[in-house]
């Protein structure tokens, strides 16, 4: 398996910039020689001045109307505008931290720019007058630092200028005499990308999150002067910059601090404890420890240039290889984007370069945050889940007073956007479109996570303090939420296919519906998986008795005549039959256990203990003792008997 993209030129743009980050702190490394950018950000620096108040005052109301709407009158172009009325503020914007500037008066031959997956190191090498350079870049996860490193092969032959950068407003200033800073802010408040605004990205002095970026530089030889505009580094032989970065945010629930300079302080204290002579060996040591528990072969490893591979592909050429490389890049980009003690990964990950990102840089949680997890436990990154289950709790928290609000109901409710206030409602003020805003059981699609996390890791601990609670939040806002139909079916009302209309004889376009078929299977999921957790736990439930007296109630899955799936519970005509979401195969990738073991027999299936902290080799393309092309699963130790495609 190739375990590095490499490319004959600098990055063009943000786009294809190499991606370097630790969870918290990130950086797009464009890899240019004259003039170096890195770009950077902070998992925590986000639009917005603390959480939000949802006022809607009449939630119960519009959810009768919503239900009369649709049981009574089976008018579903009405339940879906009169669904507006339940939609609170927009979600804030994951923020562009500033950018690492580093010039030079060198020129470049003989170019090469690459990332590592195996050791999350980019590296640029290049020739310039007779000089051969080599530059890494890195962040640490133990020392939570980046760290930029340039050596030549000839003495005193490095000299740079360096800086730090931000869109925002920032104030610098000097350490002492090898290290600089800037302070700054997040907008206090901003309008989100889709929307119009005279002023769309405000300011407030002592509001939003706040800030601090410092950078420190260590050569050997030459000089180093420092100043307001940066730093600057002549006739050395080697130079490493050490940067660091913290913000003012103190939690979902709370006001950020509004002094960034308590966020400089904090930046400050980490640069004075970074060990030169060991960072780079703990980076690697902790990297290493994840990624190299996961690998897929498929054929022969290919030395070309990435961009020259996925042109070739595009053409119609067959590289194997390539879709391996894409799948370690896939687990690198987990690795560098969600840790313990981070936010989890967001839409773009850890990068962000706009104020106004597309669909905010937020949380999607109608399948973009599901995605972004699938293949932690199933590749190894145990480590790398810990945010998202910390996202959940954050939800449920919030997530209760919405579902009062909104539904007058117990437990909790995520819709389909969220931020770092933890915004759990349908977004919009009433002017954003229910196909997406409406979507009620976000959440607990999301919380079926928790559960697969431990089938991979059997912890009864876990289970009981994390994953049962966030679980049996959600099954009591979706029993709540449960109303009896003229058939005596028990329909979840409003229910959506994530971000798909359908059309009405008349023509119109609605979304809010009866129980769809996406409805059905999360809510069948959880509901088994409060079933299994609780035989684990050794409980027996008032809300298992529950569960138990509803699941024989809910509608069966709907089946067209000529054999479909249906999304919806009557046969509409969708409005987008290629749709992207295909929200109906639900079935096949999270829900894929549609809860049969334990609702037909009130006994689920036990947990699966597994050693996933072993490596896991995945291998295609070359026959299995005997000729045979069978799986044949991994050995004691971890290696592939013959040709074996093992998960």
């Known amino acids: 398996m190739s375990h590095e ?6 990055a063009a743009d943000w786009f294809e910039a190499l991606p370097v980050g630790n969870g918290h702190l990130g950086g797009k490394v464009f890899g240019r020689v004259a003039d170096e950018r890195v770009a950077l950000n902070l998992d925590d620096v986000w639009s917005g001045d603390g959480p939000r108040t949802l006022e809607v005052t009449d939630g119960p109301q519009v959810l009768a109307d919503v239900r009369r709407l649709l049981l009574e009158e089976g008018d579903q172009l009405a339940a879906t505008e009169r669904t507006r009325a339940l939609q609170g503020p927009l979600v804030e914007s994951y923020q562009p931290l500033g950018d690492l ?12 720019r690459s990332l590592d997956l195996r050791t999350g190191i980019v590296s640029v090498d290049y020739t310039s007058a007779g000089v051969r350079y080599h530059r890494e870049t890195y962040v640490s996860t133990p020392d939570q630092v980046m760290v930029w490193t340039l050596t030549a092969d000839a003495p005193g032959a490095v000299g740079v200028r360096v800086a ?21 802010h997040a907008p206090s408040d901003l309008t989100i990308e889709y929307r119009t605004s005279p002023d769309p990205i405000r300011y407030r002095k002592g ?32 130079l490493t910059l050490v940067l660091s970065a913290a913000s003012t945010f103190a939690g979902w629930s709370a006001r950020p601090g509004g002094d960034p300079a308590t966020a400089v302080a904090d930046a400050v204290r980490l640069v004075d404890a970074v060990a030169l002579d060991k960072v780079r060996q703990r980076h690697l040591d902790d990297h ?21 591979r996925i042109r070739a592909v595009g053409a119609g050429g067959n590289d194997p290889d390539l879709a391996a490389l894409v799948f370690g890049f896939g687990r690198y980009l987990l690795m560098a984007s969600s840790r313990p003690g981070t936010q989890a990964a967001n839409l773009q990950g850890i990068w962000n370069q706009d104020r106004r990102p597309a669909w905010a840089s937020d949380w999607t949680n109608n399948i973009n945050t599901q995605m972004n997890y699938w293949l932690a436990d199933v590749t190894g990154l145990r480590e790398c889940f810990e945010p998202l289950a910390g996202l959940l709790e954050g939800l449920a928290e ?8 909104l539904y007058d109901a117990p437990g909790w409710v995520s819709h389909h956007n969220s931020d770092i206030w933890r915004a759990s409602w349908p977004v919009g003020e009433g002017d954003d479109d229910p196909v997406w805003a409406m ?49 005596g079916r028990l329909q979840f009302i409003p229910s959506t296919a994530p971000e798909h209309h359908f059309i009405l004889p008349s023509g119109a376009k609605a979304s809010v519906d009866l129980t769809t078929t996406y409805d059905l299977w999360v809510l069948r999921e959880l509901f088994g998986n409060v079933l299994e957790a609780e035989e684990a736990l050794g409980l027996s439930t008032d809300l298992a008795s529950r569960i138990r007296g509803a699941v024989g109630r809910l509608p069966e899955i709907p089946i067209a005549t000529d054999g479909r799936l249906m999304e919806w519970p009557t046969d509409w005509q969708p409005s987008e039959p290629d749709h992207r979401h295909q929200s109906t195969s639900t079935a096949s990738t999270r829900a894929r256990r549609s809860t049969r073991p334990v ?14 902290g072993r490596r896991r080799v995945i291998r295609v393309g070359g026959p299995a003792r005997g000729g045979s092309r069978c799986g044949r699963g991994l050995g004691s130790r971890g290696r592939p008997r013959g040709w074996s495609a093992t998960t």
């Open 398 to 405: 919030s997530g209760a007073e919405t579902a009062r609000v």
């Open 207 to 238: 509001h939003g999150i706040g800030f601090g970026v410092v950078l420190r530089a260590f050569a050997t030889g030459g000089i180093v002067q420092t100043s307001g505009a940066g730093i600057t580094i002549e006739g050395a032989d080697a």
């Open 164 to 184: 730090l950068s931000s869109e925002h407003p920032v104030e610098a200033s000097v350490v002492d005499g090898t290290t600089v800073a800037v302070a700054g």
């Open 599 to 612: 609702l037909r027999t009130g006994r689920p299936p036990r947990a699966r203990h597994s050693q996933y």
């Open 101 to 112: 500037l580093i010039t030079s008066t060198d020129t470049a031959e003989n170019y090469r």
């Open 5 to 10: 993209l490499w490319f004959r030129t600098p």
């Open 439 to 487: 979507a009620a059981t976000c959440g607990i699609w999301l919380s079926a996570h928790l559960m697969e996390h431990y089938r991979f890791h059997p912890d009864p601990e876990y289970l009981r303090d994390r994953a049962y609670p966030v679980l049996a939040g959600a099954a009591e806002f979706a029993l709540a939420m449960l109303v009896e139909d003229r058939d």
């Open 288 to 308: 290493t420890t994840l990624y190299d528990r996961a690998e897929l072969t498929l054929g022969a490893p290919v030395d070309l240039p990435t961009d020259e």
